[in-house]
């Protein structure tokens, strides 16, 4: 299973970015995905639970709340992050995770990371 991350950039406080996250794999298909979530990774910080979507309940951290949003397209296997509102205290590496089953493969994965930084 591969999760590959794009729409990372640099951005100005205020404005926004919307990120996404395509899960594939080698051989075989992808039967189903439970959960789909953003994580995020500030220097010197510990990795974050951005948000989260499973079987039609998101969750979001609070620092986010009102400001991004999570979507899936479950037969894409993607899921977005459209984040609005940019501050400089969302500078991070974000990896998107997800719980899949797949025809040769089962379990939790993580995609490469994607840098967003928000600066003037």
């Known amino acids: 299973v591969q999760l590959q991350a794009s729409g990372g950039g640099l951005v100005q406080p205020g404005g926004s970015l919307r990120l996404s996250c395509a899960a594939s794999?080698?051989?075989?298909?992808?039967?189903?995905?439970?959960?789909m979530g953003w994580y995020r990774q500030a220097p010197g910080k510990q990795r974050e639970l951005v948000a989260v979507i499973a079987s039609g309940s998101i969750n979001y951290a609070d620092s986010v709340k009102g400001r991004f949003t999570i979507s899936r397209d479950n037969a894409k296997n993607t899921v977005y992050l459209q984040m609005n509102s940019l501050k400089p205290e969302d500078t991070a590496v974000y990896y998107c995770n997800a719980d899949i089953v797949a025809s040769l493969e089962v379990g939790d994965y993580w995609g490469q990371g994607t840098q967003v930084t928000v600066s003037s």
């Open positions: 794999v080698a051989f075989g298909s992808i039967f189903y995905i439970n959960r």
